[in-house]
C-alpha cells in the first residue's frame, strides 16, 4: 500500500477543527442564567473516559514509528520521535486550540420560565454568560483552550511490537467579568491536566475527560498503515 495516500494526521486534526483559537468565531449568546452557573446548572460527564487504544504489528518498534511518522506527514516542528533504553519507540504531536471535539466537560443545563430547559456543551471554545439581574449590565466571557499532546508508543512484544495511543490534555479556563461598556471588571485563570482515561477537575466545580477522538485519529492511520496480516485492528475500549 503506498503510505503517502494515508491522511496526514495534523489535517485530520484541523479538519475535527483543533484549530487556533483565534481562528474560530465565539459560540452564540446563551440565554440568560445566574452568575455561578457551575455550582448551579451544571451537569458532569455521565459516561467513564475511553481506554487508550491500540494495534499489534509484527515490525519492530523504531522501523513502526518511523513508518507512522512518515505515512502521517509529521511536521517538524510540531513532531517529536525517538528511542528509549527498553527499546520502545515513540512519536510525539503537539497542537493546541478548540476543546470541544476532543474534550467533554459535561453541559449547562439553560432554564427559562416557559421554555423547556436548554443544554450547551460546557466544552465550548467561548461561552458569553449574560449575568442576573438585568440591572447589573455585565456578561462574563469564558475561554477554554486545549493544548494537547498525542503520543504513538510503540512497546517490544516477541511478535514485534504493540502501538499505543495516548494523549495529555491541558485546559486553561480564563474567565472575564465585563461591564457592557467593554471594561473588563476581573479575570480568573486557571490550569489543569489529564491523559488519556483519566478525569480532570476544575477548583469551580467544571470536570473534564477525553472524548478519545485523538486517539482514534492515530489509531485509524496505523490501521491503514499496517496490512492485515501485519496487524490487529482491535482496539482496547
Known sequence: MNRRS????????????LVACASTPP????????????ERNY???TEPPPRPPSVVTSMPPQTAIAQLAEALGAETNRARRGTREDGTAF?????????????????FELHQPGT???????????????????????????????????????HPIPEGSRL?????????RTVD??????????????????????????????????TGRLEEALLRAAERLFTPSDASAAAER
Open 6 to 17: 494515508l491522511p496526514n494526521l495534523l489535517a485530520l486534526l484541523l479538519a475535527s477543527q
Open 27 to 38: 459560540a452564540a449568546p446563551p440565554r440568560s442564567f445566574g452568575r455561578d452557573p457551575v
Open 43 to 45: 451537569l458532569p460527564p
Open 91 to 107: 512519536l510525539e504531536l503537539t497542537s493546541s486550540g478548540d476543546p470541544e471535539p476532543f474534550v467533554d466537560c459535561g453541559s
Open 116 to 154: 423547556p430547559p436548554e443544554r450547551i456543551a460546557a466544552a465550548r471554545l467561548n461561552l458569553r454568560i449574560p449575568l442576573l439581574p438585568p440591572e447589573r449590565r455585565e456578561v462574563l466571557l469564558r475561554q477554554l483552550r486545549l493544548d494537547g499532546r498525542l503520543l504513538a508508543i510503540a
Open 164 to 172: 499505543e495511543f495516548r494523549a495529555t490534555y491541558v485546559l486553561t
Open 177 to 210: 467579568r465585563v461591564a457592557l461598556d467593554g471594561r473588563v471588571l476581573e479575570t480568573r485563570r486557571e490550569t489543569i491536566a489529564f491523559d488519556t482515561g483519566s478525569v480532570g477537575r476544575f477548583a469551580q466545580g467544571l470536570v473534564c475527560q477525553p
